[in-house]
């Protein structure tokens, strides 16, 4: 996958003090610049036409709802062309004790499913599962199995931002044919508790 794509505002990690990460899973203590999702898009394989538009806690259920995740990858960073920096892209899962007082619900075994799309192209208010952003490369070698309690890397690849295209747009949708999520997403400082989501790191 290239990970994911649309346009909107960055959203950066500033270090916080008041966060503590003795409880917090392995690979969650972030760097700054870390970025977040901009937007999480909800989509229903019931309900193929409904806009759920943007929320913020995420909800994947069997067979059915999806989660689209985008984020906006700079083509700079500290001055440096991203286009051939590496983006790391992970998924930050706390135990609901971990993550409190923010929301985790998790029922099933875990296995989950990560679809990218084309970068440049991510959700919006108006997506839907019939409208979907255009396919592009999934990670291709995604976590078998995400449970609580642990950061997960979804995937590791080249960044491919344009320069001056000021930055752009990567997406895709988390979904699951046993499971059910449902996660706040967080910023890459936990605000306040444990880091929880999505986060891409350049590097």
């Known amino acids: ?22 409880s917090c899973p392995a690979g969650s203590d972030f760097p700054p610049g870390t ?3 901009y937007m999480l ?21 069997p067979n059915d ?27 930050a899962f706390p135990t609901a004790e971990q993550a409190a007082p923010h929301t985790v619900g998790f029922s099933g075994p875990g296995h989950f499913t990560f679809t990218g799309y084309l970068t440049g192209f991510g959700a919006d208010d108006s997506t839907t599962y019939n409208n979907q952003p255009i396919l ?9 199995v995400i449970v609580p309690g642990s950061t ?22 988390l979904c699951s044919s046993d ?8 910023g890459p400082d936990g605000d306040g508790s444990c880091p929880l989501g999505f986060f891409v790191v350049v590097s």
């Open 179 to 186: 499971t059910s999520l449902q996660w706040f997403q967080a």
């Open 65 to 91: 709802k999806c989660t689209i995740v985008d984020l906006k990858v700079p083509d700079y960073v500290d001055g440096e062309p991203t286009l051939l920096k590496t983006c790391t892209l992970s998924f």
């Open 41 to 61: 898009v909800p989509i229903s394989k019931s309900e193929p036409n409904k806009a759920f538009g943007g929320v913020s806690t995420g909800i994947v259920t």
């Open 1 to 22: 996958m290239e990970i994911l794509t649309v346009t909107a505002t960055l959203t950066y990690w500033i270090p916080s003090s008041h966060a503590s990460r003795s």
């Open 35 to 37: 970025i977040s999702p």
């Open 136 to 144: 592009g490369p999934s990670p291709p070698f995604p976590p078998p």
């Open 152 to 173: 997960y890397t979804i995937a590791t690849l080249p960044c491919g931002i344009l320069p001056g295209s000021g930055g752009q747009t990567v997406s895709g949708a």
